[in-house]
């Protein structure tokens, strides 16, 4: 129990859902209430999807890709700067515009709700790592993983009281103050994965 304890601390702990929940919020801000919580599911499933994959085939995936895993953090970087920049400078459109067509178009699908919010590529890597320092553990790590990820989506559907709380201004001035954190988080992804590249 000790081992599947501290397993579910270390994902939980690097999904960080709750650092998250302010991004999850800006995003869907412009959706309505039950359509937030479907897209919520929807990219939490999609993320664990691929938490799985990297669990039992990351290391086969990124070995026949010819990949290491230093690129999945440089990639990683770069996604999340280029989404950072229109939360903090809207385009005309997206701040006069406002009608359901436009909603729909920009719903976020896949990114950057399910990757690299939550399956990021610190998560993705320590999964790979996991493995194989647990190979014979493989239910310990399994466990852990959907318990973690059970108590994050928790955390992200609770997301509707948060945003009655702040209200549209509140929600408005966090997106602009999560674009700066993203910026930064990407900034330091793109150098770890860059500082790790040149220690191989």
Known sequence: MTMITS???LQFVIMDPLGNLPIFISILK????????????REMII??????????????????????????????????FLIAIPMIFPSFNQISNNNDQQEKQSEPFLVPLAIPLIAGP????????????????????????FISWFISLFILLSSNLFLKLLGKKGINALERLMGLVLIMLSTQMFLNGIGSWFKI
Request: aromatic share 10%.
């Open 7 to 9: 397993l579910i601390i």
């Open 30 to 41: 412009n959706t309505s209430a039950s359509r937030r919580r479907f897209i919520i599911i």
């Open 47 to 80: 993320a664990l999807i691929f938490m799985l994959l990297f669990l039992f085939l990351g290391e086969k995936i990124l070995s026949v890709l010819n990949l290491k895993t230093e690129i999945v953090s440089i990639s990683g970087g770069i996604v999340l």
């Open 122 to 145: 610190s998560l993705l890597a320590t999964l790979i790592l996991l493995s194989h320092q647990y190979a014979s553990h493989m239910w310990y790590l399994l466990i852990s993983l």
